[in-house]
């Protein structure tokens, strides 16, 4: 998959400034990011898990946390675990709750407690 060739070209590059080093992790996190909505779209969902981990060990941006977060939430949610599921969301609806994926993630779920 170009995604996973993606990762490991990002991955390998080494003897880069700061402000480089900060834009390569800022690339390998959506990469990984995009990555793990395929993998959740072909019903990768360990896969997918994974991926949004490494995106979350990677990154401290906030929408990018979010990201990663909603989508461990949607798998869970896939999984029938919906109280992680809503663990998940609800962290992500901390980091940017005005996101309408996050908004609409969370209306999926009965046991929604923030929207």
Do not use: W
Not at 8 to 14: P, S, T
Not at 39 to 59: F, G, H, P, Q, V
Request: net charge neutral; proline share 3%.
């Amino acid at each position: 998959m170009l995604y996973h060739k993606a990762m490991d070209h990002v991955d390998i590059l080494f003897d880069m400034t700061p402000e480089q080093k900060k834009q390569s992790e800022s690339a390998l996190t959506s990469i990984a990011l995009n990555y793990a909505q395929c993998c959740i779209k072909d019903m990768e969902y360990d896969r997918a898990i994974e991926l949004c981990d490494k995106a979350l060990k990677s990154t401290q941006n906030n929408q990018q946390r979010s990201k990663a977060l909603y989508r461990k939430g949607l798998v869970c949610h896939r999984k029938g675990d919906l109280d992680r599921a809503d663990s998940y969301l609800s962290e992500a609806a901390v980091l940017c709750g005005n996101d309408p994926a996050i908004i609409s993630g969370m209306r999926i779920l009965p046991t929604c407690t923030i929207y």
